[in-house]
């Protein structure tokens, strides 16, 4: 029988030096799935990663990794694993150092070579295959460590801050290629602080913040459960109208200004009918008013709290 969990974590807990890194924390992977392991800088993110592919271990709990507690080390070759901290052999030239470290995973070297081209030759690192790798830029190496990870066809795919550092042609690149590999049944646990990327591409999301979890469940679920009625707006001139309306608690809870338009939180049992009436009445061009769920920033700001991230900043402020 296949074990629909890839990855178990229960109630792990790992302390450095009496500091708590992570606390009590408990998590279920399903097969298949993108599962986005959110939080702010410093919340435990990476410890718990390392816990997961056995370069640390827990100081209470257990990890399991396909029904197994050993460790990732044992699973090595069913793992692809993409550091926060990258790291390739500088003086090896590019294709050697992929083709090594799939052979370390047990890929026999004439695939390993020919599955390298390919994924080169994709990224547009083709020329560049027989460049020693310091030769190349910071983001370039990135995208060859990338193709180290996933070189071997691994059922499990543990990316640490995989955009770190890239342009939004090569995070657009990435996301791609991690769709596909989802959609191609790997299951791919994808760490992150930029919540806009994980609502685009995670379908589960885990958020914690100071080393314990917060929030964990399907992004559908978690979006519907979050409570409250949202709204996006926009101006076709600026606020400076509506700045009295949006900053009425009677009518909006919260408001958080994104630059082109602003997501509101409507105050318990306001009308957004009652809002758009006002808001037309002010003399504001309208260019967009609509529902929307609340956006996943949104939601941890509200699950998170203040002290893990910065506040949002208000519209009632107002925009020059």
């Not at 799935?33 to 410093?42: C, D, F, K, M, R």
Request: proline share 4%.
């Amino acid at each position: 029988m296949i074990n629909e969990t890839v990855v178990d974590i229960e109630r792990i807990t790992k302390r450095f030096s009496g500091h708590v890194a992570v606390e009590d924390l408990s998590l279920a992977v399903p097969r298949g799935a993108v599962y986005g392991l959110l939080g702010p800088n410093g919340a435990g993110k990476t410890t718990t990663i390392r816990m997961v592919m056995n370069i640390l271990l827990p100081d209470e709990g257990t990890v399991r990794l396909f029904g197994d507690a050993r460790g990732g080390r044992h699973h090595s070759a069913r793992i692809g694993f993409l550091p926060e901290e990258r790291g390739l052999y500088k003086k090896m030239k590019v294709r050697d150092v992929l083709v090594f470290l799939a052979e370390v995973k047990g890929v026999p070297r004439a695939a390993a070579a020919h599955k390298a081209d390919l994924w080169l030759d994709r990224l547009d690192l083709g020329a560049w295959r027989l460049r020693k790798i310091e030769e190349l830029s910071k983001g370039m190496q990135q995208k060859v460590q990338f193709i180290s990870t996933m070189l071997h066809a691994p059922e499990l795919l543990v990316l640490d801050e995989p955009f770190s550092g890239l342009d939004p042609i090569n995070q657009q690149e990435l996301k791609d290629i991690i769709v596909e590999l989802s959609r191609g049944g790997t299951t791919i646990i994808f760490s992150t602080h930029q919540m806009d990327v994980a609502e685009k591409i995670c379908d589960h999301v885990c958020i914690i913040a100071g080393g314990r979890k917060v929030l964990d469940g399907l992004l559908a679920d978690v979006k519907r459960e979050h409570g409250g009625v949202h709204v996006a707006v926009a101006f076709e001139d600026g606020d400076d109208k509506a700045v009295a309306i949006l900053g009425d608690r009677s009518l909006v809870a919260k408001a958080d200004d994104y630059g082109p338009y602003a997501e509101l939180e409507m105050a318990k049992g306001a009308d957004p009918q009652r809002l758009l009436e006002r808001l037309v009445q002010s003399g504001a061009r309208l260019k967009r008013f609509e529902h929307i769920e609340p956006s996943l920033h949104r939601i941890f700001l509200d699950k998170a709290g203040a002290q893990h991230a910065e506040p949002a900043q208000e519209v009632v402020r107002g925009r020059p």
